[in-house]
């Protein structure tokens, strides 16, 4: 993984020097809380219902054991014990005291980590493929691109204060794990008919209030081009950008009333005027993908038989390694999921002692690396198959072992009301309820990948217009009700959900969930047949009568 340079490191303890000054002037009353606003977002740190938020940067969701160690010691020492990972690879601290947020950040800046640039109108964390580097389906590992771009977007001066957030994915991969068309750029690298790398490059994607699916504003990008076309989108969204209008300021809003025509005319413009004075050279990427080569994988990993010996005779390792393992793309390798959606716990949550526990494992058993993933999971990537069946005994000790990756109740959930100050209903009791429910199903298995994704007000944190199953907690006079959407996806073939029909209530969410799985069971061809492809195929018009029906 990259390793910071003196710049690097300089760069951020400068900020956590700067930051303490700025929050012990707040304190003291000489700054006014409008301004110390700006400041505490540039830094990571949000105000919730409860007590300050703080969002923690991991850049394409890579991290060491000597980071993950760090997290555990502050959420033990600053925080009460946890900390949460989110649906952007990036971790939440939800119960910091505002006065040594400094001291979080200083203790973060050891292990080469900030949170700078986690909130605010800026450019956000570059997010990727979970499986970068370790899937058969991808054409060269992204993750240098991803961190050429974090290095162009750290302090760049001239969108320190753009219209509103902005976040770019990256993906090399034939399957689309990195949601790319849902960003405000995409990018997908891919091959032209020389058989030369560049990128597909996506633009005025976005969710939230008004889901939008990103577009094709460049087929393909030369390499060398890629930060002098991304400045030039940055420039026109920054200049044209809707700054009157918070939820008119993005820039899925700009290209969809500019149209795609004349918007990719603006950017193509701006980017012949700068583009070679910020050509990146083969020597610059190089110097990157250094920081990326592959670990010392052993040719003996592919010999061992016992992997094999105990699928066959343990039944529930056999469940655990066909939902929570993929195959690697070096034989005798796997990637192992480790689940932090156990049904008792709320999606995306860890304890310090399981983020100690994971470290050592990702010692002992993936080179000392550990992944964050879009659905609030983590990996341990490079496992030798000959390893797996301990590693799930002690992940299983550890809670972590849940066999429910790609699976209904593997739920994406946002805080809500518990912690989130813009939330409209609850969302992780909920959750919790439908999980139960669900867990207590002999066929949950049997469902195939359904993906539920649930948030508690507009923002969609939890990405739920693009869940097959998508809910939203909305707020009538003082109560909780929830919307639903089905058909959404974030993959290859994106697409925003449609609404079921009106909303239900707290008391009905749990059972109208069950009813959309029971007509699914029914109506399907096939068990090969996937909930959206039933969805697409018999229309909503089923579900609506069987959830209205009863409700």
Not at 15 to 20: A, D, G, K, S
Not at 175 to 190: E, F, K, P, S
Not at 399 to 412: E, H, K, M, R, Y
Request: some cysteine; overall charge negative; proline content about 4%.
């Amino acid at each position: 993984m990259y390793q910071y340079n003196e710049i690097d490191q300089t760069l951020i303890e400068e900020r956590v020097t700067q930051f303490r000054r700025q929050t012990e002037r707040f304190l003291k009353g000489e700054i006014a809380p409008d301004h110390y606003r700006t400041l505490r977002l540039m830094n990571g740190l949000y105000i919730q219902t409860h007590a300050p938020m703080l969002r923690v940067a991991v850049p394409y969701g890579l991290l060491s054991s000597k980071q993950l160690r760090k997290l555990a010691h502050i959420a033990r020492t600053y925080d009460k014990g946890y900390c949460h990972f989110t649906t952007r690879q990036n971790v939440q601290f939800n119960w910091p005291e505002l006065a040594q947020t400094p001291d979080i950040l200083a203790e973060l800046a050891t292990v080469q980590m900030h949170a700078i640039q986690t909130s605010g109108n800026c450019m956000r964390n570059t997010t990727t493929d979970h499986l970068a580097g370790i899937c058969k389906d991808e054409i060269i590992d992204p993750r240098p691109f991803c961190e050429i771009i974090r290095q162009w977007t750290s302090f760049h001066p001239e969108f320190a204060y753009l219209p509103r957030k902005f976040k770019i994915a990256v993906t090399a991969a034939a399957q689309d794990r990195a949601a790319t068309q849902l960003h405000d750029i995409g990018l997908h690298l891919v091959k032209n008919a020389a058989d030369e790398i560049g990128f597909k490059v996506f633009v005025g994607g976005g969710l939230g209030r008004t889901p939008i699916i990103g577009q094709v504003i460049r087929p393909f990008l030369e390499q060398k081009h890629l930060l002098s076309y991304l400045e030039a989108i940055l420039r026109i969204y920054n200049l044209y950008g809707r700054r009157d209008n918070k939820y008119k300021a993005r820039i899925k809003i700009l290209v969809k009333e500019e149209g795609l025509e004349k918007f990719t005319q603006l950017v193509e413009a701006e980017w012949l005027r700068i583009r070679d004075e910020l050509e990146l050279t083969a020597e610059r990427i190089q110097e990157i993908q250094q920081h990326f080569v592959p670990p010392a994988y052993q040719a003996a990993a592919a010999s061992d038989l016992s992997f094999n010996t105990h699928l066959t005779e343990d039944a529930a390792f056999a469940k655990w390694v066909k939902y929570n393992t993929l195959e690697h793309k070096i034989p005798g390798y796997r990637a192992v999921f480790i689940s932090l959606k156990a049904p008792e716990v709320p999606p995306g949550d860890v304890t310090d002692s399981q983020l100690d526990a994971i470290a050592d494992l990702a010692d002992q058993y993936s080179f000392g690396e550990i992944r964050s993933t879009h659905r609030q999971n983590l990996i341990l990537g490079d496992v030798q198959q000959a390893d797996v069946y301990v590693l799930w005994q002690k992940l299983t000790a550890l809670n972590l072992a849940t066999p429910n990756i790609g699976t209904v109740t593997d739920i994406i959930c946002c805080p809500g009301l518990d912690f989130c100050e813009l939330a409209n209903a609850g969302s992780i009791g909920v959750t919790k309820e439908i999980n139960t429910a669900l867990d207590d199903m002999d066929y949950i298995h049997d469902l195939g990948d359904i993906k539920i994704n649930f948030s508690g007000c507009m923002n969609g944190c939890a990405h739920q217009s693009v869940g097959n199953i998508g809910i939203l907690g909305v707020d009538k006079k003082g109560t909780e009700w929830y919307q639903i959407t089905l058909g959404g996806s974030s993959e290859n073939n994106a697409a925003i959900g449609e609404r079921l029909g009106p909303a239900v209530d707290r008391n009905q969410i749990k059972d109208a969930i069950l009813d959309i799985l029971k007509v699914y069971i029914k109506q399907r061809l096939s068990e090969d047949e996937s909930f959206l492809a039933t969805v697409s195929r018999i229309g909503l018009e089923p579900f609506k009568e069987q959830v209205y029906a009863s409700h």
